[in-house]
């Protein structure tokens, strides 16, 4: 299965941003959909949004003004930039390719740890 390396997150404040990559390891962004899920503690693994090859979005259940999804097809990287983070919103964040049906497909990786605390 198709790779991806997570990167950005840390430690916020509430109310902070952070912009988070996901660089997958073939050339795939232009052509199929990548989405990013989080999962927090006690919680089940959930989408927060996802990009498809010709950039369409599919949101998951999370504030839609909040959660920026994009992608550089030239460096097969998918960002999410989050505003305002909540501290509800602690959580590994992971990436994935996705099919058409919203089934992740590639290997999870190691996600990257986000921490909204004061």
């Known amino acids: 299965q198709v790779k991806f390396v997570e990167s950005g997150g840390g430690l916020v404040q509430p109310g902070g941003s952070l912009r988070l990559s996901c660089q997958a390891s073939g050339y795939i962004t232009s052509v199929y959909a990548v989405g990013w899920y989080r999962q927090g503690p006690e919680k089940e693994r959930a989408l927060v949004v996802a990009?498809?090859?010709?950039?369409?979005?599919e949101y998951g259940d999370v504030e839609k003004d909040r959660f920026t999804i994009s992608k550089d097809n030239a460096e097969n990287t998918v960002y999410l930039q989050i505003n305002d983070l909540k501290p509800e919103e602690t959580a590994v964040y992971y990436c994935?390719?996705?099919?058409?049906?919203?089934?992740?497909?590639?290997?999870w990786g190691e996600g990257t740890q986000v921490t909204v605390s004061s």
């Open positions: 994935n390719r996705r099919n058409s049906g919203g089934r992740a497909l590639g290997a």
């Open positions: 990009i498809s090859g010709w950039d369409e979005k």
